[in-house]
């Protein structure tokens, strides 16, 4: 059974980091594209970011472009959010996910695509 367990979250200011990880178990980790979403207070849950899986190719959505960088180490099973520049607006319940299904764009955006999903990480940013 695939299990995906994030780590990291806390509570930081605006302007501060913090490095989402998310580690896989009981899986083949290098054959998932992985997908890093979030879900703030009365909101649904959204897409962030998306790497392949050699990392060679990375997607972000558009409000985290240049403040967040998707990584993987298929050594260790593991996959990382780094963010920075954190802003109020970026306050969410992150989840790690993995995509099993081999797609020509190597990395997929819809939440339906994705098969298996972590419990979540809280991080808050406060202004």
């Known amino acids: 059974q695939v299990q995906l367990v994030e780590s990291g979250g806390g509570s930081v200011q605006a302007g501060g980091s913090l490095r989402l990880s998310c580690a896989v178990s009981?899986?083949?980790?290098?054959?998932?594209?992985m997908g890093w979403f979030r879900q703030a207070p009365g909101k649904e849950r959204e897409y962030v970011a998306a790497?392949?899986?050699?990392?060679?190719?990375?997607d972000y959505t558009d409000s985290v472009k240049g403040r967040f960088t998707i990584s993987r180490d298929n050594a260790k099973n593991t996959v990382y959010l780094q963010m920075n520049s954190l802003e109020p607006e970026d306050t969410a319940v992150y989840y790690c996910?993995?995509?099993?299904?081999?797609?020509?764009?190597?990395?997929?955006?819809?939440?339906?695509?994705?098969?298996?999903w972590g419990q979540g990480t809280q991080v808050t940013v406060s202004s």
């Open positions: 996910a993995a995509d099993r299904t081999y797609r020509s764009a190597h990395f997929s955006r819809p939440q339906d695509e994705y098969e298996y």
């Open positions: 009981g899986g083949t980790f290098n054959i998932y594209s």
């Open positions: 790497i392949s899986t050699s990392g060679g190719t990375t």
